[in-house]
């Protein structure tokens, strides 16, 4: 099955020419099943940019899933147009009555400040407590992820000394979870951020699974399963050029920034990089949805109960 999302949301086009389904919505009402809901909170300034990596893992899915597009109240970002927010996406104050099968929480490019510094802090736990009752499995991703683990078990984050930037092998250290089913024992994942959690913070709290890590950079994928919960501190959802268009973005603002490590062929950034993790982004979120779909309840509002 497709996704279904906005006719006109420019993700669509995109999607289309790549081959992934996407429903349209006079179609879809006509079609007697119910999709899954999923609600995707956009804390990235590039907004477009992001919906259209996340709708294209959720929509090579073989469910029909329709995505409801989410902010913050109370912050104003500056690289997406406003008439894009307006005709596209919603408060979370206006969905707040909602319940979601699956519900994502993006990165944001604040990890450098305690996360009570942040403007929309006070919100965002509104919102993280809120997924414990009205979603039925939540998916928080780097920042994002970092924000949940902090608020939900103490975990905290940690600087670097320098920005953890490019492509680090990782290990499957649960082949057996649901989720990384299809995984191979060995893969390769983008990592873009100047803090990190560590192992011994995690593996020391019974109620939290280490699904992925790596000797380099360190703890990738954690669940907490009774709350059908993942926290995934890396980029896998990334685009082919998201770490090419990070480097030059910040060496041409004069930032201290490194070639990413093992992305450019022969750490030369004149070449085109290669993508090494699409298929196990794939896989993961194909897994996520399948996992919600399995035990989700058919009729929405019993979940939380």
């Known amino acids: 099955m497709p996704i279904r999302i906005p006719d006109t949301l420019p993700a669509a086009e995109t999607l289309k020419h790549e081959g992934v389904a996407v429903l349209r919505e006079a179609d879809a009402v006509r079609q007697d099943i119910r999709p899954l809901q999923i609600g995707l909170l956009n804390l990235m300034p590039n907004k477009i940019r992001t919906e259209t990596q996340l ?45 979601f099968d699956g519900f994502i929480v993006t990165g944001a490019p604040v990890e450098q400040m305690p996360f009570e510094e942040v403007s929309y802090w006070r919100e965002l736990t509104q919102i993280f407590d809120w997924t414990r009752t009205n979603v039925h499995s939540p998916f928080y991703i780097c920042w994002g992820a970092m924000a ?35 995984f191979s024992d060995d893969f390769q994942v983008p990592v873009s951020r100047w803090t990190e959690v560590r192992r011994g913070d995690v593996v020391t709290q019974p109620e939290l699974r280490l699904l992925i890590d790596s ?27 998201s770490l090419k268009e990070e480097f030059e973005r910040d060496r041409a603002a004069g930032k201290p920034i490194h070639v990413p490590h093992n992305y450019f062929p022969g750490d030369d950034p004149s070449t085109q990089p290669q993508n090494r993790w699409r298929s196990h982004a794939h896989l993961l979120f194909g897994n996520w949805i399948n996992q919600t779909y399995q035990t989700t309840p058919f009729v929405l509002d019993e979940i939380g109960r």
């Open 215 to 241: 000797g380099t950079v360190g703890p990738c994928l954690i669940e907490h399963a009774a709350s059908r919960s993942l926290f995934m501190f890396n980029h896998i959802e990334y685009d082919s050029l």
């Open 148 to 182: 949940a683990a902090w608020h939900f078990h103490s975990v905290p984050k940690y600087p670097l000394g320098s920005k953890a930037f490019g492509v680090f092998r990782h290990r499957n250290l649960d082949p057996a979870s649901a989720y990384l089913s299809g």
């Open 55 to 99: 709708a294209r893992l959720i929509g090579a899915t073989p469910l029909q899933v329709e995505l409801t597009l989410v902010r913050v109240g109370g912050h104003q970002p500056k690289n997406t147009p406003q008439d894009h927010l307006i005709s596209f996406y919603q408060t979370w104050d206006e969905i707040r009555d909602r319940k």
